[in-house]
């Protein structure tokens, strides 16, 4: 399918072909019809984007402070590639889209029901369903597609909370401002729109709105005055986009005692005390369509909120602007300014120059999309082959990839990458991440089917990245297809999904004389100042005490690593590594596992004591509480009269030690490029995985215990 993509390190902006997305369950897997290119915020991300990284920096200080900080503690090399890597990250573009439903498990929408949703610019999109609305019978598709944006200007009136008669300003007559205006019209305002374009304010006046038309050199301020017989208007809506503050000063001035000014737009913010203080106005800032963005439990879970406590969410903004349209109360036609089919979408993006063009609609094949089972036989629906298909060395490993999100696609295909191993297939949901990686990488097709990936001969090896929650289902379809299996830590979420993967592994080792290998990415294992440790502590029988902290820093709890039933929790999700650390270290079985949690509502501050089965002893401090300028991982080490301290992968220092006392590395090395090394070769030499499997059981049900304790 094609889809309008935006690389944010240059700003380019493309039309790629990937295969279609991978449809969830609570999401609905539409055919596009239209959609709407928001002028703004697409030019915004275009301005963006074009920007070197100075002026990248200058927008984003909070950004800045991040990297200088992680500079401190992992080093510029390290932190210059993660700031790369973000940036190397394509972003789909748009957000309001009409089309037809192709797929739904989904109660209420059903195949061939027309939507309307905030899907990206693209054949095909798949959209959590309370981020879509059915379009009633008599709304056309190009009125509908404005829906979404519509919403933004309604959410922005419902703040404003306008009674009859009163005079309302909009500042900005843009999409959002032309089809607000109408909206507080329709509520029975006296509305007056702002521009300094003439044209966009002669579609205002044919639309029955007064204008301010800055142009003309008009005093905004005296006009609204006059226009509120002297008393000042009751609020004024900004939907313009500026850097200025000026906006916000003159939006007070021209608001009467006690008046409201809402911000739906972009605008500078440095606020005068005296302008609100002297007539007490109130200020707030819109969040896009409604409740229930940006919350995942609303929009990826498809819980809504009751009713009886939010009227107006997201969707219902959505359906609410569908019936004004059906009952005429929208004029959307003298707001289109071009329709351009997807295959010469680039050129839409030469008109965002043009302040004048307003709606520029991305048109797709809608004699396809309108037969569901002709649109599916005739798009290319999960696999693509990429451009430069290699010919294949003679490895034994050939790799299918299941996942390409942020460590994926920075730190684990570049180590299998250099690993002497084939990589022919990366699967991944959205389809588009896949076709960038897939390419970046080398690697030979990429797909959003795993049955595929895992049917392929030419894959004895799946590395699997995914969400948490993803592994043990994975796990297990990669071993019944007798593939060797590398999966991210942790195994698995719970212990019968555990219980199963041993059961099954049990089962492969007395069927075949070499069964497939399991892994699980405990990199650290393999860091090299941890191989230094541990060829060091060898020397010592006697037992040792380990101190581990971990300045994990804070993560929201609307973070899905936090979900129980999607990231598993912090210490099972992350502190699994620690753990496998010490386990290794120490070369013992752990027969004691307890921890000490700070109160706090996600329990990601803790103190969790091992004991080992020779007496050793350790301790990991992790926790979520600390400065992100301190190093972030931290271990001692004392053993026989000896101590051993490594600081963030990088420093390594000794005390009493003979013929050590300090190892130092350019840049941060946590292992992962020698633990997938290690893995491949395992593969190569025919040798059994280089952590034991009943090791990683051990760490998976001690991690279990520990986050549900």
């Not at 205006?181 to 509305?191: H, I, R």
């Not at 592994?471 to 999966?487: G, S, T, Y």
């Not at 060898?538 to 581990?548: A, Q």
């Not at 699994?576 to 000490?596: M, P, T, W």
């Amino acid at each position: 399918m094609k889809n309008v993509l935006q690389n944010l390190k240059n700003g380019k902006i493309s039309i790629e072909e990937s295969p279609i997305p991978k449809n969830k369950k609570g999401h609905l897997l539409i055919a596009s019809k239209f959609s709407l290119i928001s002028s703004g915020t697409e030019r915004m991300l275009q301005v963006f984007g074009k920007a070197n990284y100075l002026n990248k920096a200058r927008q984003q200080p909070e950004k800045v402070r991040e990297v200088l900080d992680k500079i401190k503690t992992d080093g510029l090399l390290s932190a210059y590639e993660a700031v790369r890597s973000k940036l190397d990250q394509p972003i789909p573009l748009g957000y309001s889209n009409v089309g037809i439903v192709i797929e739904s498990d989904v109660k209420g929408f059903k195949v061939g029901d027309r939507v309307v949703s905030n899907g990206y610019h693209a054949e095909v999109v798949s959209v959590p369903a309370n981020l879509c609305a059915k379009i009633p019978q008599n709304v056309d598709d190009e009125t509908a597609v404005f829906t979404v944006l519509a919403s933004i200007g309604l959410q922005g009136v419902r703040l404003i909370n306008p009674t009859l008669g009163e005079n309302i300003v909009v500042f900005g007559l843009g999409l959002i401002g032309l089809i607000t205006a109408q909206l507080l019209k329709s509520n029975g305002c006296s509305v007056i729109g702002i521009d300094n374009m003439s044209s966009r304010c002669a579609i205002a006046d044919s639309l029955g709105i007064e204008t301010i038309d800055l142009s003309l050199n008009k005093d905004p301020i005296a006009e609204a005055k006059n226009f509120s017989q002297g008393f000042g208007v009751d609020g004024v809506l900004i939907t313009a986009s500026s850097t200025s503050n000026l906006l916000i000063h003159q939006a007070a001035e021209m608001c009467r005692q006690r008046g409201r000014i809402v911000l739906v737009g972009v605008t500078g913010l440095n606020l005068k005390r005296d302008d609100f203080y002297k007539k007490e106005l109130t200020f707030q800032v819109s969040s896009s369509y409604g409740p229930g963005r940006y919350d995942p439990v609303y929009e990826e879970k498809g819980i809504d909120y009751p009713i009886g406590f939010v009227r107006w969410t997201e969707q219902r903004n959505f359906q609410a602007i569908l019936d004004l349209m059906a009952k005429n109360f929208l004029n959307i036609k003298p707001l289109i300014s071009k329709k351009i089919h997807i295959d010469h979408a680039m050129k839409a993006y030469d008109f965002l120059d043009d302040a004048s063009v307003l709606g520029i609609l991305i048109e797709y094949s809608t004699e396809i999309s309108n037969d569901v089972g002709r649109f599916k036989s005739a798009i290319n629906f999960e696999n693509k082959k990429l451009e430069s298909i290699k010919n294949y060395s003679s490895s034994d490993v050939g790799i299918g990839f299941i996942g390409a999100g942020n460590y994926a696609s920075r730190t684990l295909i570049p180590a299998f990458k250099s690993c002497d191993a084939d990589l022919v297939t990366l699967v991944t949901r959205s389809g588009t991440s896949g076709v960038h990686f897939g390419r970046k990488f080398g690697f030979n097709t990429t797909s959003t089917s795993i049955k595929d990936l895992l049917k392929d001969e030419k894959i004895n090896t799946v590395v699997i990245a995914t969400r948490h929650n993803d592994h043990a289902n994975q796990v297990i379809q990669a071993l019944k297809a007798r593939k060797n299996v590398f999966v991210e830590k942790p195994l698995a979420l719970i212990k019968k999904d555990l219980d199963k993967i041993e059961s099954l592994y049990s089962s492969l080792q007395e069927e075949a004389e070499q069964e497939p290998r399991l892994m699980v990415g405990f990199n650290r294992r393999f860091a090299p100042l941890v191989i230094t440790v541990k060829n060091l502590l060898d020397t010592i029988k006697s037992p040792k005490s380990f101190i581990m902290t971990i300045n994990a820093g804070n993560v929201g709890q609307d973070h899905w690593i936090q979900d129980p039933n999607i990231g598993g929790g912090r210490i099972l999700g992350e502190a699994c590594h620690f753990i496998d650390l010490l386990r290794y270290l120490s070369g013992e079985k752990i027969v004691n596992a307890q921890s000490d949690k700070m109160q706090s509502d996600m329990n990601d501050t803790q103190s969790i004591h091992l004991t080992f089965a020779d007496g050793s002893i350790g301790s990991i401090h992790y926790f979520s509480n600390g400065s992100r300028s301190y190093p972030k991982e931290h271990m001692k080490i004392f053993a026989d009269g000896k101590v051993l301290e490594m600081v963030n992968f990088r420093k390594l220092r000794g005390y009493g030690w003979e013929g050590f006392s300090t190892k130092r590395l350019l840049k941060q090395n946590k292992g992962q490029a020698n633990c997938a090394l290690a893995f491949v070769k395992s593969i190569k030499m025919g040798q059994p995985s280089p952590i034991p499997f009943e090791e990683i059981l051990e760490v998976n049900r001690i991690s279990i215990d520990l986050q549900n304790s």
